[in-house]
């Protein structure tokens, strides 16, 4: 199970952290990430990590968003800085099988959670 929490409402220029916690999805057989789908648009890769704990965050974030994860390789975290309108988006937490690189968003996941939504005013 894939759970995805804090998203919420903040003003353009804020922070939010969202977690995810992977049960059945810990140690090294998994790789996992953060995708993002705003209204009428298609969904989009934003961070992935390996088992590792090496991460690669999508270009187009420029560095605001960090992906880290616990010791226990359970909880994902996605650190959201410097928020923009354009950041408003449901955010989906996934996994899939560790065939190949980790660090490819044109990998497809299999496994998602509900998703928290993350909204940002001007």
């Known amino acids: 199970q894939l759970l995805e929490s804090g998203g919420g409402s903040v003003q353009t220029g804020g922070s939010l952290r969202l977690s995810c916690v992977a049960s059945g999805y810990t140690g090294s057989n998994y790789c996992m990430a953060w995708f993002r789908q705003a209204p009428m648009k298609e969904r989009e890769g934003v961070a992935l990590?390996?088992?590792?704990?090496?991460?690669r965050a999508a270009d187009y974030l420029k560095g605001r968003f960090t992906l880290s994860q616990d010791n226990a390789k359970t909880i994902l975290y996605l650190q959201m800085n410097s928020l923009k309108p354009e950041d408003t988006a449901m955010y989906y937490c996934?996994?899939?099988?560790?065939?190949?690189?980790?660090?490819?968003?044109?990998?497809?996941?299999?496994?998602w959670g509900q998703g928290t939504q993350v909204t940002v005013s001007s």
């Open positions: 990590i390996d088992k590792t704990g090496r991460t």
């Open positions: 996934a996994a899939r099988l560790w065939v190949g690189s980790c660090l490819d968003f044109s990998r497809r996941y299999d496994y």
